[in-house]
């Protein structure tokens, strides 16, 4: 029996759901579900709690990003690795991290990459493709930010005096959505604390001294 992380593999192009079915359990990890639909992926989440999810960009009823937004929001999400053959560009590695993900690999990586990837989210790190890390070096002038606007607009409020009800409330949301924000905010930032993830996103210069509150 698998002793790996559990997953959840979510890929709608059949053989190669098949093909990374077989890979992943060969190498270890506990598949716990297997699915080509947002809608189910979900129910899986839900139910089966695992570790992590693999997720395919394009399924059939709907966008991937869509879903990885809707895990991250939920009460003790999963690590995400998008596993993706959109083009690589700095945008894409941009547009995934801000939907909550800890990771995104391309398709045209090696099955070693791969297992490595998955390996390094379950661990609680992020992966980035090193095709996309060198996009990404060799645009310095498009930043990449890891939090969502929302999140970078809480820990701005955070940062000025705002407590978690003022921040609410200065929103029109409810607390418990505010901590949802901004226990995912700290787990991007790899912070222990809100007070360390306010200070881990000033000096990423995610959030700035001078941002309006």
């Known amino acids: 029996m698998s002793d790996g992380p559990t997953l959840v593999l979510v890929e709608d192009h059949l053989a190669l759901r098949r093909g990374l079915e077989m890979l992943l359990r060969s190498e270890g990890f506990s598949v716990i579900g297997v699915t080509d639909t947002a809608k189910e992926a979900h129910r899986m989440v839900g139910r089966r709690r695992p570790q992590v999810v693999v997720l395919d960009l394009d399924l059939r009823d709907g966008d991937g990003l869509e879903l990885a937004l809707t895990l991250a929001a ?14 690589a560009t700095p945008r894409l590695l ?19 990459e791969l297992i490595s990837a998955i390996q390094t989210v379950a661990s609680g790190g992020r992966y980035v493709d090193p095709v996309l890390a060198r ?16 999140e970078r607009r809480i820990l701005t409020l955070l940062l000025h005096g705002a407590s978690g009800a003022e921040a609410a409330d200065a929103l029109g949301v409810t607390i418990e959505t505010v901590r ?34």
């Open 74 to 87: 939920g009460d003790r999400p999963p690590a995400v690795l998008v596993h993706t053959a959109a083009a």
């Open 94 to 112: 941009e547009q995934v991290l801000e939907a909550g993900v800890s990771g995104v690999a391309l398709k045209t990586s090696t099955p070693h």
């Open 135 to 150: 996009l990404a070096a060799i645009v310095p002038e498009e930043p990449v930010f890891v939090l969502s606007p929302r």
């Open 180 to 213: 949802t924000h901004v226990r995912n905010a700290s787990r991007k930032l790899g912070a222990r604390t809100r007070v360390n993830a306010v200070s881990e996103a000033v000096r990423r210069g995610e959030i700035v001294h001078d941002s309006p509150a």
